[in-house]
C-alpha cells in the first residue's frame, strides 16, 4: 500500500510574490531590517502521455537535485497523476509503486465495463486514488496545483483548482473510449489532453514567472508532415474490418485487452479497437500541443526521448523515469540561468 511523505513545501502567497528593494521605514520610524527579494515563481506545466508520463518522475528528481522547487503545477492526463502526487508529497511513494509494475500487475487494475462509455471501467483504479488521496484538497495542498479536463457534449476546457484531489485527477486521466467519464461538480469529464495536452496557459495563469513544459510526445510524432500524393489497391472491407476488430467476447478479457491495445497483428498493422483509438487520441493530442504552443509557448521545454515506450508500457517505468532524468540534465543550466535572471 502506498504510504504518505512530508510535504515538499508550501504555496506561495501574495507576499512571497511583491517585490522587495533597498530598505523600508516602520511604523516607529527607525530601518527596517534589509529584505530579500523572493525567488521568482516557477511553474511547471506537465504534459499527457499515459504510461510515457511517468518520465515526469525523472524531471522532478532533477529539479529537486538542483533545489529548483515549482511553488505552482499544471498538469494534464498522466501528468496531473504525477503533478499531484508530487505536490501532496506523495512521489516516493508513487514511484516505488510504479517502479515494481508487471505486465502482470497491471492487469490488476484492468477492469472491464459492461454497457458503459469505456471498455475499462476504471473502478479498480479509481478506489486506490481514493483511498491513497483520502481527505486531501486542491486548494489546501502545499503548492499550487490544478489539472485539465474536457466536459463531455460541450467540449469545454475545465480547469480543476479546489475540491477532492483525487477527483481532479481521475477527471483529467479519464482518456475517451477506454475509461469511462469522472463526474466532478455535476459536469461529466474526460481527458485534459483533448483540449489542452500540455498546460502552459494554466501554468501561465497561476502566476508563473518561469514556465517549464514536459512534453511527453516530441519524439513521437514531431516529424509528422503532409503527404500530398498516395494511392493504392482498395482493400477488402472484411479483410480490414478482421484485423481491426476482434470479438467482444474476446476484448472484454483482460489478458486479450492488453495484448489487443499493444500488440498488432503484424508489424505497422492497425491494432484492435482500443489500440485504435489510442493512436488516434495521440495523433490529435500532438496537433493540438503544436497549436497551443505555437500561440503561447514555455520558456524552457523538457523533452524527454520517449518514441520506444508505447502508452500502456508502465512496466517500462524505469527506462521511463531515466529518460525524463536525462532530458531535465539536458536543460537544467537553462533553467538555472533563467532563474538568476529573474531575481
Known amino acids: 500500500m502506498l504510504q504518505g511523505f512530508p510535504f515538499f513545501g508550501r504555496a506561495a502567497s501574495a507576499a512571497d510574490a ?5 530598505h523600508t521605514v516602520s511604523e516607529a520610524g527607525l530601518p527596517a531590517p534589509a529584505m530579500t527579494a523572493p525567488r521568482p515563481a516557477v511553474a511547471l506545466a506537465l504534459g499527457g502521455g499515459a504510461a510515457r508520463g511517468l518520465a515526469h518522475i525523472g524531471v522532478l528528481r532533477v529539479l ?3 533545489g529548483i522547487r515549482p511553488t505552482m503545477v499544471a498538469g494534464t492526463s498522466i501528468g496531473a497523476v504525477v503533478g499531484g502526487m508530487w505536490a501532496a508529497g506523495k512521489l516516493d511513494a ?14 490488476r487494475y484492468i477492469d472491464p465495463a459492461f454497457a458503459a462509455p469505456g471498455l475499462i471501467s476504471g473502478k ?3 478506489d486506490r486514488l481514493q483511498m491513497e488521496l483520502a481527505g486531501l484538497e486542491v486548494e489546501r495542498l502545499p503548492v499550487t496545483f490544478g489539472t485539465i479536463a474536457t466536459e463531455f457534449g460541450t467540449g469545454h476546457e475545465i480547469w480543476l483548482t479546489r475540491g477532492s484531489l483525487a477527483d481532479a485527477i481521475q477527471a483529467s486521466y479519464s482518456l475517451p473510449g477506454i475509461f469511462t467519464p469522472h463526474k466532478v461538480g455535476g459536469r461529466w469529464l474526460m481527458d485534459g489532453a483533448l483540449v489542452n495536452p500540455i498546460p502552459v496557459s494554466m501554468a501561465r495563469a497561476f502566476g508563473g514567472m518561469l514556465v517549464i513544459a514536459v512534453n511527453l510526445n516530441s519524439e ?8 500530398q500524393d498516395q494511392g493504392g489497391p482498395l482493400l477488402d472491407p472484411a479483410e480490414t ?3 481491426v476488430r476482434p470479438g467482444l467476447a474476446a476484448m ?8 489487443a491495445a499493444v500488440e498488432p497483428a503484424e508489424p505497422g498493422a492497425p491494432r484492435a479497437i482500443s489500440g485504435v483509438m489510442i493512436d488516434a487520441f495521440n495523433v490529435m493530442q500532438d496537433r493540438i500541443a503544436r497549436a497551443r504552443l505555437a500561440g503561447d509557448p514555455p520558456d524552457v521545454m523538457i523533452a524527454p526521448k520517449l518514441g520506444k515506450i508505447g502508452l500502456f508500457d508502465f512496466h517500462r517505468a524505469r ?3 531515466e529518460a525524463g532524468r536525462e532530458a531535465a540534465e539536458r536543460v537544467v543550466e537553462d533553467i538555472l540561468s533563467a532563474i538568476s535572471v529573474l531575481k
Open 18 to 22: 511583491a517585490p522587495v528593494s533597498g
Open 64 to 66: 529537486e537535485k538542483h
Open 94 to 107: 508513487f514511484e516505488d509503486w510504479a517502479l515494481h509494475l508487471t505486465k502482470r500487475g497491471i492487469l
Open 124 to 126: 479498480r483504479l479509481s
Open 220 to 227: 513521437v510524432f514531431g516529424r509528422g508532415t503532409v503527404i
Open 241 to 243: 474490418v478482421a484485423k
Open 252 to 259: 472484454l478479457r483482460p489478458d486479450r485487452l492488453w495484448r
Open 319 to 321: 527506462e521511463a523515469v
